[in-house]
């Protein structure tokens, strides 16, 4: 069972422009989500995290949200650049040494 | 070194035949991760090891996988009798402590494509 969902394969933006990436989690056990960013033949980059105790954070261009009633986060890049273009994987953990269920990703291309 | 290393990068095996993916982590780094990522799948926990203990192996998806880490350092995952199901990129990950404040380093990943 699929308990992290990136509903959304692929999303295309103009530079500048904000990119807003979406996650759902069923588990109502996971207390940790993070965001992975991957380029083609390399492995996932951390790229920011937020615990359950927060409903947002902020990093540089990078803010995560998370609505825990709902079960869902968001990743904002603003202003999204072409660098951006790459897979996003939203993650969740719920044990103690940080185990993560991955969401199958969504393709990010940012035009110029 | 200054990141994780996997080898080899690409791996082809025939059915049937065994093979040995090696994980080298961050020098130090106590926890180690080993994941599964199918093409266009996010990446799937494997097994952890908490230095040289093997803490949790429930997502090896047959007994066919074997992984170990005998001196708390490099680690080696081990698939006999491969199938073709078993292609897949294996991702090896390490973190300097267990626990979830922020995010582990993932190696580039050995490609594993079985004909």
């Known amino acids: 069972d699929q308990q992290v969902k990136q509903n959304s394969p692929s999303l295309s933006v103009q530079e500048g422009r904000i990119s807003i990436l979406n996650c759902d989690y069923t588990?109502?056990?996971?207390?940790?989500f993070l965001w992975y960013k991957k380029y083609p033949a390399e492995g996932p980059t951390f790229l920011i995290s937020?615990?359950?105790?927060?409903d947002k954070n902020e990093d540089g261009r990078f803010t995560v949200f998370l609505n825990k009633s709902a079960k869902h986060l968001s990743l904002h890049i603003v202003p999204s650049q072409p660098g951006d273009s790459a897979v996003y994987f939203c993650?969740?953990?719920?044990?103690?040494?940080?185990?993560?269920?991955f969401g199958a990703g969504t393709q990010v291309v940012v035009t110029p | 070194g200054a990141g994780v290393s996997q080898s080899p990068r690409y791996k082809v095996a025939k059915r049937g035949q065994d093979v040995a993916l090696r994980c080298d982590p961050i020098?130090?780094?106590?926890?180690l991760f080993w994941y599964q990522q199918a093409l266009g799948q996010g990446p799937e926990f494997l097994t952890y090891?908490?230095?040289?203990?093997?803490?949790?192996k429930s997502g090896l998806p047959s007994d066919r996988f074997f992984a170990e880490r005998p001196e708390g350092s490099v680690s080696t995952l081990k698939i006999q009798r491969t199938q073709q199901e078993d292609s897949a990129v294996y991702l090896c990950?390490?973190?300097?402590?267990?626990?979830?404040?922020?995010?582990?380093?993932f190696g580039s990943g050995t490609r594993l494509t079985v004909v």
């Open positions: 990950a390490s973190r300097e402590q267990p626990g979830q404040g922020y995010g582990y380093t």
């Open positions: 588990n109502s056990m996971f207390d940790y």
């Open positions: 937020i615990s359950s105790i927060k």
């Open positions: 993650a969740a953990s719920s044990d103690s040494w940080g185990k993560l269920q």
């Open positions: 020098s130090g780094h106590v926890s």
């Open positions: 090891f908490q230095n040289e203990a093997q803490l949790d």
